[in-house]
């Protein structure tokens, strides 16, 4: 994917915010969702293209380096401070990207260089060997691998049972446990990149694609239900959908006002002792256009205010 810009992956400016960035990312990972396209190929490797252009633009420093030095600023021992100067002296010495003998520099991959003064940053070795952080002439103490993160989009239900996502590269599973938050993030120490004194970390960053129509706070959910003017004068009893897929039997009151909540006891996000409530807010729709009858129906209910 190096060669692909993230930006035209998630379909978004270079300009936009973080948050139009994780709208795009939220709506084309429902679309893709393995679960919603089972045995598509394509989808599958859309959404994992697009899970991993989040991974860079949904996180402010790895995308503020994507900007400045391109995919080269996100591999494995990249110094941003070395590039620039390295930047500097390659301006200086005639060219960016243009260094003696006409090579060039492809910034995170590792290489050898030449030997002398460079416009007051020194050798080229010592350059390069902070670019790439490896030793120049300097003896440098030995660093752990660099820290990863993945994004793992998991499901509302999934979020209060529990489950476990795949672990890429590892040929394994991680446990997700119920009640997690979204953008929590999991740490497994030991799985991240390599280095000489051992791996980096991974991080996982858990993402929630809550239903639409579902809230979150805390460990309490909310879900609006629309109702019709009659069901809010005389009550009545309707199904509510449930995170976990099912429906409840649930008694709408007489004269209910529309953004009243009402409370389900232990329907809401696992907690200590239990689990959080799910908040029924009414919202009741009124009648649009014009068929015969509905203007002096409305009028009607003027003398019962």
């Known amino acids: 994917m190096a060669d692909k810009d993230l930006y035209r992956i998630l379909g978004v400016e270079r300009g936009a915010s973080a948050d139009e960035i994780k709208k795009a990312y939220r709506q084309l990972a429902r679309e893709l969702h393995p679960d919603r396209n089972p045995d598509d190929k394509h989808a599958e490797e859309r959404f994992k293209e697009v899970s991993a252009a989040f991974a860079v633009l949904g996180d402010a420093e790895k995308r503020k380096a994507y900007d400045e030095f391109g995919p080269d600023g996100l591999r494995e021992g990249f110094d941003p401070e070395a590039a620039r100067n390295y930047r500097r002296w390659a301006e200086q010495a005639g060219g960016v990207g243009g260094g003696p003998g006409g090579w060039t520099i492809n910034f995170g991959q590792g290489g050898q260089g030449g030997v002398g003064g460079f416009g007051g940053f020194g050798d080229l070795d010592d350059l390069l060997g902070g670019l790439f952080g490896g030793g120049g002439r300097r003896a440098r103490r030995a660093r752990k691998g660099q820290d990863a993160e993945v994004l793992a989009t998991i499901s509302l239900r999934q ?75 005389l009550g009545d009893r309707i199904d509510i ?3 976990e897929g099912t429906t409840v039997t649930f008694g709408v009151p007489a004269g209910i ?10 329907k809401g996000m696992p907690a200590k002792g239990g689990r959080g409530d799910l908040y029924v807010r009414a919202q009741v729709q009124v009648p649009r256009g014009d068929a015969p009858g509905l203007a002096e129906a409305a009028k009607a209910l003027d003398a019962f205010y």
């Open 159 to 233: 979020a209060i049972e529990g489950t476990e996502v795949h672990l890429p590269g590892e040929g394994g599973h991680v446990k997700i446990p119920a009640g997690i938050t979204d953008g929590q993030r999991l740490r497994l120490s030991g799985k991240g990149g390599h280095g000489p004194a051992g791996r980096g970390d991974l991080y996982i960053r858990v993402d929630i694609a809550t239903p639409p129509g579902f809230a979150r706070d805390g460990d309490d959910l909310e879900i609006e239900v629309p109702l019709r003017v009659s069901q809010a004068v």
């Open 257 to 266: 006002q529309s953004g009243q909540r009402l409370r389900l006891r232990g």
């Open 241 to 243: 959908p449930t995170p």
